[in-house]
């Protein structure tokens, strides 16, 4: 051993790891670990380091990379929550390693303690923390995820468009978007069918779609009314709670379904069925029938194939819908129809006034 | 692989225009874009300010002259004032291109792009988008290679050019996912990787992976380095990270104080206090570090930001991401407590000697964006001045090479090359008696770096830090990688980056010895003025029989005489 390099592992150690400093706590995280040319299976590791105020998770792990062991690998670049790259989950929840906390991630942990870090979910796993973001750069192609300019190319660079400010706004907070995929990890449709478009590309889709120097958006909601398109989408709020620039994505989402039905009248589409047979349960029993909405929408063969190994793991863990014969009508049922049929004609009515404007 | 006609090493905003441009000039060209991170992953996203042009949409009297005059003042009159020239006239075509292709930016009451006051700038020219105009600028770029159909080669890491002679054969690089060694056999290479700041480490802005790469490829091929000396830090960086507090929490306000409670600005600019210009605050903080009023840490010594006199709403309302990253990274709310900061090393006026259109003296080898020295910053870089530079000479150096790339033979790079490649990075993961850690050497290297070759030199600190760099090099041959396996190996990574900046930062300190003046970012304690008799030329630094041998170019004039730079 060298005994330089000994006093440079001090020094260090005092910054981070000092058991006899004021403000220290011993932390254990617990990292998921997984190198598929040697692992048949992934497995947990324990390292226990002592961490002072201020020190977020990703200088932990770099902590642990540096001095513990180095074959632990993860992403990570700017360490300034701007590039997106050190997405993973903590205690469960995907989010930028290099903006949380540790001293609050000690305060959320199931086991008193202990730490819990694993990759992000619905992407392919390349190794321990760091999963493959190809799958969404190929759904941002496949969703044209970008501006096709108005501006005839010969006159490109000579003037600018003029955009108020108001427009500016629209899309001002979804360009926040660092593509971190957290919300991609905590997605519930796509957990189960991995096609599904995903929020973030959602959201630029919406981006793109409400910018008046692009000359595509019809072509990009042809692709988004589509299968695995803006109509799956649960509406479960998962990928906005969970977005670490706390964009509001669901308001994107709901203001591509608007322009959607507006644009293209809710006809052929899985979603427009969806939303039929959503109609039709509210109508008739006053709630939804959950278990066979997915069937009623796709059709019996794509929700065998693409729900069905969700819906086993929810009975597992108890959250089933209950079986159709178990759904009474709600009470009041006759006074909620009421009310329904009324609010339907409102809709139709506002719609036809907007129309006329 | 089939032979490539331009590879572009490098996905930040200099390598994306090259890419886009080069299609745009012939798109029969067969390119590919590497790099070691998703490309909008890169640097360039963490730029905030934003890009400067003399667009005259806030200020309708702002012309190109001014801009030029600007960055040529800015630049401690080192620029080449052709290329200064370009950088301008180019600048609101370019600008007005991105905002073409769909670049959010901030807007004025008349519709037009946003802009606003920057240093060292006479009217408000820097176009912003709201405070994350370098990531936007980037998405913008990304989605349009990708709408054009680039072919990316994400998460590949560059190890070394093929060279024949005075002419290179192309690329070999590592794929991160399988460990494999491949070759970009190619006509033309162009280098775009970014700054090597990071170099000073902890005591630096910028993100983990600016380490110099394309430079320290170029340089080993024998390729000369240009103002390597040139670092300009930037006064308020944290603690512990080195992460950057914007200007604006000064802006607002903010007050700079030391260990005995004095706001010690008042002793070197009475008038502007905290408002003064970047290099002067950087090397008043570093004084009074130096003589002894800093606080003491483990993790460093440092002064106080302090905000807590602005008052919790102000701080909430205009300061919000200042106030996040304190917590986010020192655990300090500054609405109780003050910031501990200290300067920061922020970007690198150096890099690979280019002529004004990207050209190195390397047939088929290109450079563009900050691991390029042109040079557009001389020896300071103005706010603003450096996406924009990445802007215009990415879109250069993309033409060039689609233009000439039709001179030179199709490159061929045999698998005996490949093989010993490959067989140097395996080597590497060998078991052996007695090793070295990287994260020490990386993080004395920092320190040495800060310390010797920072804010403040002199011959025997430089002296000090040259020995230093040798110790550190002979040591790093015994670092070891643990990470044995093929599959995206950090650990291999690191210790190559690591490689790069060894390599790097020693030109860094021979120039900053050579240089025997005071200019711009280099400050000299024992020759304080700038001496332009002896001093106003560029220092070359080339790599011959494994020692770097100095050199000098001179600097381009034009129509701006020497003057002394004083605001
Ligand atoms: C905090 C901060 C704020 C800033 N603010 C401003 C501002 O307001 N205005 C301004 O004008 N400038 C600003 N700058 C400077 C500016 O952001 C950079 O100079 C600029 O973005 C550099 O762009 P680039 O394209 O040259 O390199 P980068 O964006 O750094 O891209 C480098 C690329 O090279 C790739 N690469 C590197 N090494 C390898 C390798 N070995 N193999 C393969 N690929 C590799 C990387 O993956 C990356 O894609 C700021 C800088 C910092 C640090
Ligand atoms: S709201 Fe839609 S997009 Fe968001 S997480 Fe739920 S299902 Fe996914
Ligand atoms: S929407 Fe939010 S969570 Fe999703 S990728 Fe973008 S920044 Fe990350
Ligand atoms: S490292 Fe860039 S977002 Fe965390």
């Given at each position: 051993m060298n005994f330089r390099k000994e006093l440079i592992n001090h020094s260090l150690m005092t910054e981070t790891i000092d058991q006899h400093q004021e403000g220290k706590r011993d932390v254990t995280f617990r990292v998921f670990r997984f190198n598929p040319q040697v692992d048949s299976k992934p497995y947990f590791d324990d390292y226990t380091i002592s961490a002072e105020r201020g020190i977020t998770v990703l200088r932990s792990l770099n902590y642990i990379k540096e001095?513990?062991?180095?074959?632990l690998s993860f992403r990570a670049f700017c360490q300034a929550g701007i590039c997106g790259s050190c997405g993973m989950r903590v205690n469960g929840i995907s989010k930028l390693a290099c903006t949380s906390q540790v001293w609050e991630e000690l305060d959320k942990c199931r086991e008193p303690g202990i730490i819990k870090v694993e990759p992000l979910r619905s992407l392919p796993m390349i190794k321990d923390l760091i999963v493959d973001m190809d799958p969404l750069v190929d759904k941002m192609k496949r969703y044209s995820n970008w501006i096709n300019s108005t501006m005839p190319l010969a006159e490109m660079g000579k003037k600018e468009f003029l955009v108020s400010e108001e427009e500016f706004h629209r899309y001002d907070k979804a360009t926040?978007?660092?593509?971190?995929?957290s919300c991609v990890s905590e997605c519930s449709i796509l957990r189960a069918n991995k096609e599904y478009v995903s929020p973030a590309v959602l959201l630029k889709s919406y981006r793109m779609n409400v910018d008046s120097r692009d000359s595509i958006h019809d072509v990009r909601l042809a692709e988004l009314v589509k299968d695995h398109g803006v109509w799956d989408c649960t509406h479960c709020y998962r990928c906005q709670e969970s977005c670490v620039k706390s964009i509001p994505i669901m308001e994107a989402i709901h203001a591509i379904r608007e322009d959607a039905l507006e644009c293209r009248g809710p006809k052929d589409t899985s979603g427009a069925k969806h939303a039929e047979a959503f109609m039709e349960d509210i109508e008739k029993k006053g709630k939804l029938v959950e278990a066979t909405l997915p069937i009623r929408t796709n059709g019996m063969v794509w929700t065998l194939r693409n729900l069905l190994p969700m819906a086993m793991k929810m009975i597992v863990k108890r959250r089933t819908p209950p079986p159709p014969p178990l759904v009474k009508s709600s009470k009041g049922i006759k006074i909620f129809r009421a009310m329904f049929r009324e609010m339907t004609e409102h809709v139709k009515q506002d719609h036809q006034k907007s129309h006329k404007k | 692989m089939k032979p490539f006609d331009i590879v572009i090493v490098g996905g930040g905003g200099a390598g994306l225009y090259a890419a886009m441009e080069a299609m745009k000039t012939n798109p029969a060209l067969n390119i590919a874009v590497l790099s070691k991170v998703y490309p909008n992953r890169s640097h360039t996203s963490a730029a905030q300010g934003g890009a400067n042009a003399a667009l005259g949409n806030k200020a309708k009297d702002d012309t190109i002259e001014m801009h030029i005059f600007d960055t040529i003042k800015g630049s401690d009159y080192l620029a080449d004032q052709d290329a200064v020239e370009v950088l301008c006239s180019e600048a609101p075509k370019i600008i007005r291109e991105l905002e073409n292709i769909g670049t959010p930016w901030s807007r004025l009451d008349d519709n037009t792009i946003a802009q606003r006051p920057f240093g060292?700038?006479?009217?408000?020219r820097c176009c912003y988008c709201a405070d994350k105009t370098g990531h936007t600028i980037l998405q913008t770029l990304y989605e349009q290679c990708l709408r054009k159909g680039v072919i990316f080669f994400n998460e590949y890491f560059a190890l070394n050019l093929a060279v024949n002679g005075s002419r290179s054969r192309g690329l070999i690089a590592m794929n991160m996912k399988s460990g494999r060694v491949e070759a970009f056999p190619a006509k033309t290479v162009i280098f775009a990787t970014g700054g090597y700041a990071k170099m000073y480490w902890n005591r630096s802005?910028?993100?983990?992976?600016?380490?110099g790469d394309g430079q320290a490829i170029a340089y080993r091929a024998g390729i000369p380095m240009k103002d390597m000396e040139f670092v300009q830090f930037h006064p308020t960086g944290l603690r512990k990270s080195g992460l950057l507090v914007t200007e604006g929490a000064r802006g607002e306000g903010g007050y700079l104080i030391n260990k005995d409670g004095e706001r010690f600005m008042a002793r070197y600019?009475?008038?502007?206090?905290?408002?003064?210009p970047r290099d002067l605050v950087s090397r008043s903080i570093e004084t009074e570090i130096l003589e002894g009023r800093g606080f003491e840490s483990p993790a460093g010594k440092y002064v106080h930001l302090d905000l807590r006199h602005l008052g919790a709403d102000l701080i909430k309302s205009r300061l919000p991401q200042i106030r996040e990253m304190s917590l986010n990274f020192e655990g300090v709310d500054p609405i109780e407590e003050p910031i501990p900061v200290r300067p920061t090393a922020h970007y690198s006026m150096g890099g690979i000697d280019t002529d004004n259109f990207g050209r190195?003296?390397?047939?088929?080898v290109y450079a563009a964006g900050e691991c390029a020295c042109v040079s557009v910053h001389g020896a300071n870089r103005l706010g603003g001045n450096s996406l924009l530079d990445i802007l215009v000479f990415g879109r250069i150096a993309g033409h060039t090479a689609a233009e000439e790339a039709g001179k030179f033979e199709p490159g061929t790079i045999s698998e005996e090359e490949i093989r010993v490649s490959a067989e140097e990075l395996r080597h590497r993961m060998q078991p052996s008696g007695h090793y070295e850690r990287y994260g020490a050497l990386r993080e004395e290297l920092g320190q040495t770096l800060a310390l010797n070759a920072g804010i403040f030199r002199e011959s025997s600190l430089l002296h000090k830090g040259i020995e230093d760099i040798a110790e550190l090099k002979e040591r790093f041959k015994k670092v070891r990688v643990f990470d044995s396996s093929d599959v995206f190996n950090t650990n291999l990574m690191q210790v190559l980056e690591l490689k790069n900046m060894l390599d790097l930062a020693e030109t860094v300190a021979v120039g900053a010895l050579a240089r025997e003046e005071s200019r711009g970012s280099h400050t000299r304690i024992d020759f304080p003025v700038r001496d332009d008799e002896k001093w106003h030329k560029h220092t070359l630094a080339t790599l011959v029989d494994g020692k770097v041998l100095p050199g000098e170019k001179p600097v381009t004039m034009g129509r701006y005489e020497l003057q002394e730079r004083t605001y």
């Open positions: 001095h513990v062991d180095a074959t926040d978007c660092i593509l971190c995929a | 060292g700038a006479g009217r408000p802005s910028n993100a983990a992976g600016n380490t600019a009475k008038e502007k206090m905290e408002l003064g190195t003296v390397m047939d088929g």
